[in-house]
């Protein structure tokens, strides 16, 4: 069964910062597309970036220039560095993964970024 686990989650001011971590279990990032999405309380879910295996990643316009997705293939984990917190960048932020047949989500970590 496939399990993404994230992690790193956590209260941070304004201009701070947060590494979140996405463990996957039976998937390989190596061989999938992996990516990192929000969702904040009325508010639809929106792509934070996302990175395919030996491709170029990509990210949403809000967090361009300040969050950067990376990855390590021999941990099979995903990470999502977050710079220059704004208090609009609070919400819960869920792992994906993505195979031929199907697409994973995490349960989820919590950011919250204060004024």
């Known amino acids: 069964q496939v399990q993404l686990v994230e992690s790193g989650g956590g209260l941070v001011q304004a201009g701070g910062s947060l590494r979140l971590s996405c463990a996957a279990s039976?998937?390989?990032?190596?061989?999938?597309?992996a990516g990192w999405y929000r969702q904040a309380p009325g508010n639809q879910r929106e792509l934070v970036a996302t990175?395919?295996?030996?491709?170029?990643?990509s990210y949403g316009d809000s967090v361009k220039g300040r969050f950067t997705i990376s990855r390590d293939n021999a941990k099979n984990t995903v990470y999502l560095q977050l710079n220059s917190l704004k208090p609009e960048d609070t919400a819960v932020y869920y792992c994906?993964?993505?195979?031929?047949?199907?697409?994973?989500w995490g349960q989820g970590t919590q950011v919250t970024v204060s004024s």
């Open positions: 994906r993964a993505n195979s031929i047949f199907n697409v994973y």
């Open positions: 039976g998937i390989t990032f190596s061989h999938n597309t």
């Open positions: 990175n395919s295996s030996g491709g170029l990643p």
